[in-house]
Nanobody, 123 residues
């Protein structure tokens, strides 16, 4: 029922910025977590940023804290990931994901996933 569609990925030079968007639909309650995870070739999936809808609280992965910001626009039913000071190590497929009743924003119990958007950062 929940559908998530990512956009905004692309290629950028190190030090540059990108903003990813996640268009969300199908939520039947306001009690859910929604956020971003990423996976690089040959590496494990890692949590990037997450927001709990009930109070707007957020959490970030250690490697992106201070550089990335998650936000939402309720009128547009869209969640964003603003990525600044990008590094080659940020190169990955970025996924939007969500789960009901996940007030602590645990990444890996997410039930709903988008198809991902590629981000490539060159040195």
């Amino acid at each position: 029922e929940v559908q998530l569609v990512e956009s905004g990925g692309g290629s950028v030079q190190a030090g540059g910025s990108l903003r990813l968007s996640c268009a969300a639909s199908g939520f039947t309650s306001d009690d859910y977590a929604i956020g971003w995870l990423r996976q690089a070739p040959g590496q494990e999936r890692e949590g990037v940023a997450c927001m709990y809808s009930g109070d707007g609280s957020t959490r970030y992965g250690d490697s992106v804290r201070g550089r990335f910001t998650i936000s939402s626009d309720n009128a547009k039913n869209t969640v964003y990931l603003q990525m600044n000071s990008l590094e080659p190590e940020d190169t990955a497929v970025y996924y939007c994901a969500a789960e009901y009743k996940n007030r602590h924003c645990y990444y890996y119990g997410m039930d709903y996933w988008g198809k991902g958007t590629q981000v490539t950062v060159s040195a």
